[in-house]
């Protein structure tokens, strides 16, 4: 079981020195838990890689390369935004794999650290996402990108 609980606190100037959020941005709070283990005849997904990439600002050629790496052929691929993707990076995103469906699951639950188990849960959860690769990415406080790749093996 791997997750975290992020609770936010007022006022939010309070709580925007821990984490920092733009005016339009909502300010979430959240749990969000995954079930990991190695017994494949049940699973609904399968976890390929967590990859911190300290070094990485350019998210859009992070993700090609990722894309390359562990896409199938003909596989639908899948980018989940998360906290700290701006649009600048899905404009980038768009048109280096412009193929690619590309969602923003803050837009249900908010801004918060915790909320990259709640897309992720929710991608491989929703029985109308089709099956395919998923490479979920989000920048941790430094900026670093943070990928995390799964292939969703059921709808």
Same mark, same amino acid.
């Given at each position: 079981?791997?997750?975290?609980?992020?609770?936010?606190?007022?006022?939010?100037?309070?709580?925007?020195?821990?984490?920092?959020?733009?005016?339009?941005?909502?300010?979430?709070?959240?749990?969000?838990?995954?079930?990991?283990?190695?017994?494949?005849?049940?699973?609904?997904?399968?976890?390929?890689?967590?990859?911190?990439?300290?070094?990485?600002?350019?998210?859009?050629?992070?993700?090609?390369?990722?894309?390359?790496?562990?896409?199938?052929?003909? *596989?639908?691929?899948?980018?989940? @935004? %998360?906290?700290? #993707?701006?649009? /600048?990076?899905? +404009? $980038?995103?768009?048109?280096? &794999?412009?193929?690619?469906?590309?969602?923003?699951?803050?837009?249900?639950?908010?801004?918060?650290?915790?909320?990259?188990?709640?897309?992720?849960?929710?991608?491989? *959860?929703?029985?109308?996402?089709? @099956? %395919?690769?998923? #490479?979920?990415? /989000?920048?941790? +406080? $430094?900026?670093?990108?943070? &990928?995390?790749?799964?292939?969703?093996?059921?709808?």
């Amino acid at each position: 079981l791997v997750g975290g609980v992020d609770e936010n606190f007022h006022p939010r100037s309070a709580h925007l020195r821990r984490i920092r959020l733009r005016d339009d941005q909502y300010m979430g709070e959240g749990s969000g838990w995954l079930f990991l283990n190695a017994r494949a005849g049940t699973a609904r997904a399968e976890l390929l890689a967590v990859d911190n990439h300290s070094d990485g600002e350019n998210m859009a050629a992070l993700c090609q390369e990722t894309v390359v790496r562990w896409r199938q052929p003909g *596989e639908p691929v899948h980018l989940l @935004t %998360g906290y700290r #993707v701006e649009e /600048n990076d899905r +404009a $980038l995103l768009r048109a280096a &794999l412009p193929d690619a469906n590309i969602e923003s699951y803050t837009v249900r639950c908010g801004a918060y650290p915790a909320a990259a188990a709640f897309g992720i849960a929710t991608t491989i *959860e929703e029985k109308s996402f089709p @099956t %395919g690769l998923i #490479v979920h990415g /989000n920048r941790n +406080a $430094l900026g670093h990108v943070m &990928l995390t790749v799964l292939r969703k093996l059921t709808t």
